[in-house]
């Protein structure tokens, strides 16, 4: 069983910056590619990020690339989202998530594809 608890949400200006963060215990943090998804009022849960167990490969979603930057310690078992230049419309519960079987290439983008969720962060951004 993997636990995971975000932290690091907030409320932000547009075309500010701001980091979650996601802790973990229970596993061997190396073992899982790391994902954060995230969910705006009333619409489906998406994929944001991923990035594999060694750290070596990363995924990203069109509409955050080149803004948002996933990485992980696995010293720490914490895995980071950078997210800079942001818009209204990045606002949304951000989630992490964890998955073994894409621990090494972090091409998973489905929910379905990630075994263990964290309860989410909320992070809100102003026009």
């Known amino acids: 069983q993997v636990q995971l608890v975000e932290s690091g949400g907030g409320l932000v200006q547009a075309g500010g910056s701001l980091s979650v963060s996601c802790g973990t215990s229970g596993q061997t943090f190396s073992n899982y590619a790391m994902g954060w998804f995230r969910q705006a009022s009333g619409k489906e849960r998406e994929f944001v990020a991923a990035?594999?167990?060694?750290?070596?490969?990363?995924k990203y979603a069109d509409s955050v690339k080149g803004r948002f930057t996933i990485s992980r310690d696995n010293f720490k078992n914490t895995v980071n989202l950078q997210m800079n230049s942001l818009k209204p419309e990045d606002t949304a519960v951000y989630y992490c998530?964890?998955?073994?079987?894409?621990?090494?290439?972090?091409?998973?983008?489905?929910?379905?594809?990630?075994?263990?969720w964290g309860q989410g962060t909320q992070v809100t951004v102003s026009s």
């Open positions: 998530a964890a998955d073994s079987s894409s621990r090494r290439t972090a091409q998973a983008t489905g929910v379905s594809q990630y075994e263990f």
């Open positions: 990035i594999s167990g060694g750290g070596t490969n990363r």
